[in-house]
C-alpha cells in the first residue's frame, strides 16, 4: 500500500511533524510504501493529512471553486483529528466528513464520541491513540534511612534482610546514613536494589541536605518512634514506618504503617507495582501499534469493510461520561469568537455562500443591543 502522510512545512516544525515522521518511518517497517509531503496525490492509495483543517482549506478555499474538488478514485483521503474544540473546528469537521474525507481518526475515544455527539457521521470516525518515544526510564523510588545499626538489633534490620530475600527490590534505591549496615546492603543489592551507604560522621547538616530528595523515610525500629521521622515529614517525606510511640500521635503522618517483614514486604510490592500500573498504561503506545492501527483502518476503507470491525473499542478503559460530553458542549459553545481558525474560515466560499457573514453580524447587533 502507497501512503502519503500530508503536513505543511510549518506544522512540520512542531510535534505534529515528528508524529507524522515517526508514523512513516513505523510504516515502513511494516512494508508499507510511505511518504511526508505537503500536498496530497492522487498516485498514491490513502492521503492522510496530519491536520484536519488542510484538506477542508485545501478544497474548499481554492480560488474559483465553490464546491470541493471530487477526488478521483480510489484514492482514500483521512485525517488526524483532534481537539476539536470550538464551533469553527465542529464545522470544519461536518464540512470535511464524507465529502472529503472517507474517515476521521481522531486522537482519542472521547473526541470520537464528542464529533458524533454534534451530527457527524459516526460511521466514518474512529481513533488510535498517540504514541511515545519510549525514550525515558523510570527513576528508582529513593527509600532514606537515618539511622546506625546497632549489634543487639533494636533497629530490625532483620525485617529488611527477609523482604530483602522475598521480594525483588528492582524499583527501590536505599540511601542510609549511619553505621553498621554493610551486611544489610549486600542483602538489597542481590535482590536488586541499588543502596548508597554514607556513614553518621557526615553530620546531622547531611541528613538535612538529602532528606527532600526522599520518596520514603523508612524507619523499622519500635523503640517510642524516630526523630528522623519528624525531619523527613517536615520536609513533606511519606513515611513507611511501625505504628508505635510518637508515631501515633502523628495525625496524618504514616503513610505506609508496618508491624513486620510481611507487611513491610507488601508495602515495597504494593509501591512498585502502583508505578507498574502507570508504566503498563502506555507500554503498547509505540509507534509500531500507532502504524499497525492506521493501516487496519486504511485496509478496512480500500476493502470497504466498516471501520468499527478495523478498530473495535477496547474494554477496561476509564467511561466516557455523558456529564463530561455536556460539559465540552458547554466550553465549545463558549468559545465560539475565539477559535484561532476564524481567518480560514472565512476565506472559504462556501462560508459566504451560505450567509453565515450576513447572520453573524445580526447576531452581533442584536448581542450590541442588549
Same mark, same amino acid.
Given at each position: ?29 511494516? *512494508? ?8 496530497? /496525490? ?5 492521503? @492522510? !493529512? ?7 482549506? +485545501?478544497?474548499?478555499?481554492?480560488? %474559483?471553486?465553490?464546491?470541493?474538488? !471530487? ?11 483532534? @481537539?476539536? *474544540? ?21 486522537? /482519542? ?11 457527524? *457521521? =459516526? ?7 498517540? =504514541? +511515545? ?17 546497632? %549489634? ?11 523482604? =530483602? ?32 551507604? =554514607?556513614? /553518621? ?11 527532600? +530528595? ?7 525500629? !519500635? ?7 519528624? *525531619? ?14 510518637? +508515631? ?7 503513610? @505506609? ?11 515495597? &510490592? ?16 509505540? !509507534? ?5 492501527? @492506521? ?34 458542549? &458547554? ?7 475565539? /477559535? ?31
Amino acid at each position: 500500500m502507497r501512503v502519503r502522510l500530508v503536513i505543511d512545512s510549518v506544522n512540520r516544525q512542531w510535534i505534529i511533524g515528528k508524529m507524522a515522521d515517526r508514523l512513516a518511518s513505523a510504516l515502513r517497517e511494516l *512494508d508499507f510504501d510511505a511518504e511526508v509531503d505537503e500536498g496530497p /496525490s492522487d498516485a498514491v492509495d490513502v492521503n @492522510h !493529512w496530519m491536520l484536519y483543517l488542510q484538506p477542508w482549506r +485545501h478544497y474548499y478555499s481554492a480560488p %474559483g471553486f465553490f464546491e470541493p474538488q !471530487w477526488r478521483p478514485a480510489p484514492t482514500k483521503h483521512t485525517a488526524m483529528i483532534t @481537539h476539536v *474544540d470550538d464551533p469553527v473546528k465542529v464545522q470544519i469537521v461536518r464540512d470535511s466528513i464524507g465529502k472529503i474525507l472517507d474517515a476521521g481518526i481522531c486522537m /482519542s475515544r472521547m473526541t470520537m464520541s464528542e464529533l458524533a455527539g454534534y451530527g457527524i *457521521d =459516526a460511521a466514518r470516525l474512529t481513533y488510535v491513540n498517540p =504514541a +511515545h518515544d519510549d525514550a525515558v526510564n523510570p527513576r528508582r523510588f529513593i527509600i532514606g534511612m537515618t539511622t546506625k545499626r546497632y %549489634g543487639d538489633g533494636r533497629k530490625r534490620e532483620d525485617d529488611l534482610l527477609l523482604v =530483602a530475600r522475598k521480594v525483588r527490590l528492582d524499583a527501590f534505591r536505599f540511601e542510609i546514613i549511619g553505621d553498621g549496615w554493610e551486611a544489610v546492603a549486600e542483602e538489597l543489592r542481590r535482590a536488586g536494589a541499588e543502596v548508597d551507604l =554514607a556513614p /553518621s560522621d557526615r553530620g546531622y547538616g547531611y541528613i538535612l541536605e538529602r532528606l527532600p +530528595h526522599f520518596d520514603y523515610y523508612l524507619y523499622a525500629g !519500635w523503640d517510642e518512634g524516630s526523630m528522623g521521622t519528624l *525531619d523527613a515529614l517536615a520536609a513533606g517525606v511519606k513515611t513507611i514506618i511501625t505504628p508505635q510511640g510518637f +508515631h501515633l500521635d502523628l495525625k496524618g503522618g504514616i503513610t @505506609h504503617p508496618f508491624h513486620d517483614e510481611a507487611e513491610l514486604a507488601a508495602v515495597f &510490592q504494593a509501591i512498585a507495582d502502583d508505578r507498574k500500573v502507570r508504566i503498563d498504561s502506555v507500554k503498547n503506545w509505540t !509507534w509500531n501499534e500507532y502504524a499497525r492501527r @492506521h493501516a487496519s483502518i486504511w485496509r478496512a476503507l480500500l476493502e470497504g469493510r466498516p471501520l468499527a470491525a478495523a478498530i473495535p473499542i477496547e474494554e477496561g478503559h476509564t467511561p466516557i461520561l455523558e456529564s463530561d460530553l455536556t460539559r465540552a458542549k &458547554q466550553r465549545l459553545r463558549s468559545r465560539t469568537f475565539k /477559535s484561532e481558525f476564524w481567518p480560514y474560515f472565512l476565506e472559504s466560499r462556501r462560508f459566504w455562500m451560505r450567509g453565515k457573514l450576513a447572520r453573524l453580524k445580526r447576531w452581533l447587533l442584536r448581542r450590541n443591543r442588549r
